[in-house]
């Protein structure tokens, strides 16, 4: 089955720095790569997602990159708030059964004020 | 409240006995997920029903869990001579298609004393 791994496992930046999270994967069928953000007690929510076909995706601050060949994907957060502060879990969904989703196992962002 | 509804949020009991736990999805969504997470991991797959059926139960543990959506909307998750090993929060999620976003839950936190 699908591997995601994701680093770092802690993140700590100043208000205003820029994060990145980058998460690898296994399986090379994969073709869709969501990020979710959870917040303490909440469930996870979707904050950005991308598709194979595409290299690149933006919203606002938020930006997600995904390189097939290396099977990697990377989430990019500019301009940091304190409010971005969460636990971010990457997914990969198996290359024929797209709603089965495999979770990377967290980033705990920690912007300080 | 037009999210997905999961109760009890937190359920504590003793080892050996049977629980339920509950999921209202979206309106009119189709498609329904569950995932249990454990602290400090990311949410892992469990069960998906499209409709009244289990699309897919590869992810159950063993033959103890059990989950049903008998009318294609509410689910129970059902997990009988609880275990230990057992607690963890147990996350529902649904979606209006097979290939659509995934909305979550807040999840039922279940402790197995």
């Known amino acids: 089955g699908e591997n995601v791994e994701q680093h770092p496992s802690t993140l700590s930046v100043q208000e205003g720095d820029s994060a990145v999270i980058k998460c690898t994967y296994s399986?090379?069928?994969?073709?869709?790569f969501p990020w979710y953000k959870q917040e303490l007690g909440k469930g996870p929510q979707l904050i950005i997602d991308?598709?194979?076909?595409?290299g690149e995706k933006k919203d606002q601050r938020i930006a997600v990159t995904l390189n097939k060949t290396a099977k990697h994907f990377s989430l990019h957060i500019t301009e940091t708030q304190p409010e971005d502060s969460a636990v971010y879990f990457c997914?990969?969904?198996?290359?024929?059964?797209?709603?089965?989703?495999?979770f990377g196992s967290g980033t705990k962002l920690n912007v300080k004020p | 409240g037009a999210g997905v509804s999961q109760t009890p949020s937190n359920k504590v009991t003793e080892k050996g006995k049977y629980v339920e736990l509950r999921c209202d999805p979206i309106?009119?969504?189709?498609?329904l997920y569950w995932y249990r997470q454990s602290l400090g991991q990311g949410p892992e797959f469990l069960i998906y029903f499209q409709g009244t059926g289990a699309a897919d139960d590869s992810g159950l543990p063993n033959d103890r869990f059990f989950a049903v959506r008998p009318e294609g909307s509410v689910s129970t998750l059902k997990i009988q001579r609880t275990e230990r090993g057992d607690s963890a929060v147990y996350l529902c999620?649904?979606?209006?298609?097979?290939?659509?976003?995934?909305?979550f839950g807040a999840g039922t936190r279940l402790s197995v004393l």
């Open positions: 309106s009119g969504h189709t498609a």
């Open positions: 399986d090379s069928a994969s073709n869709y």
């Open positions: 997914a990969a969904s198996s290359g024929y059964n797209f709603n089965k989703f495999y």
């Open positions: 999620a649904s979606s209006p298609r097979s290939d659509g976003i995934q909305y």
């Open positions: 991308i598709r194979s076909n595409v």
